[in-house]
């Protein structure tokens, strides 16, 4: 099973709101990746948690927050956000982040900010 | 810093070969990923290379050559199904660094 799912798929949200992204594998994976994709794009990296523990933030607007409950979960929170983050979110996962690492990617939340 | 870079677009007939060539210069060095994405989809993985040479995986094939920051991937037998963007990505501890994709356009 090389399966990583994301919920919601879709998710339309005011400026004011706040909700979470969810991310979950059970491939026995301890790295994780948030990544957000706009349109014609490639996938920039949010943040990655290697063994729960946040280890790169790639200096991402405080409006998102990751949280690790686990080792086969990945949230983000979202708050305040911007019509400019209105993007495709995707969750990765790999087998411990080390030398020779195959990403695997779910699906994606696909995020419209109003 | 990093540097992907990879032909914006490129068409091919079905049933045909197309290679897709991709530069590198990273800080660091771990591997070179090559992605599928059709669009609206997420990326799945197709192959890497962590040493010099060819890897081959079906109808897919990728090289990787780390003294010239080069590698290509090598569809054969294309098919429609084939019609999507192609990411390049170098991996460097935990992160990629990804091109800006290739469109393949594949016409019958």
């Known amino acids: 099973d090389t399966e990583v799912t994301q919920t919601p798929k879709h998710l339309v949200m005011g400026m004011t709101n706040k909700k979470s992204l969810k991310c979950e594998q059970h491939?026995?994976?301890?790295?994780m990746y948030w990544y957000k994709q706009k349109a014609k794009k490639p996938p920039e990296l949010m943040f990655v948690?290697?063994?729960?523990?946040?280890?790169i933030n790639e200096s991402v607007p405080s409006r998102f927050s990751p949280e690790c409950p686990n080792s086969s979960l990945l949230n983000l929170h979202l708050h305040a956000l911007q019509p400019e983050d209105s993007a495709l979110y995707l969750c990765?996962?790999?087998?411990?982040?080390?030398?020779?690492?195959?990403?695997?990617f779910g699906p994606g939340t696909r995020l419209l900010v109003l | 810093g990093q540097n992907i870079d990879q032909p914006t677009e490129m068409t091919a007939t079905e049933g045909a070969i197309v290679q897709i060539n991709c530069t590198y210069q990273?800080?660091?060095?771990?591997?070179l990923f090559w992605y599928q994405q059709h669009a609206g989809e997420a990326p799945t993985f197709l192959s890497y290379?962590?040493?010099?040479g060819l890897e081959e995986k079906g109808r897919f094939s990728s090289f990787l050559s780390r003294s010239k920051g080069y590698s290509y991937l090598l569809l054969k037998e294309l098919q429609m199904k084939d019609s999507a963007s192609y990411l390049c990505?170098?991996?460097?501890?935990?992160?990629?660094?990804f091109g800006s994709g290739t469109k393949l356009n594949v016409k019958p």
């Open positions: 990765a996962s790999s087998q411990d982040g080390g030398r020779q690492e195959t990403q695997y």
């Open positions: 491939m026995g994976h301890r790295a």
């Open positions: 948690y290697s063994y729960e523990k946040l280890s």
């Open positions: 990273t800080s660091g060095f771990n591997g």
């Open positions: 290379n962590v040493l010099d």
């Open positions: 990505a170098a991996y460097n501890f935990n992160k990629f660094y």
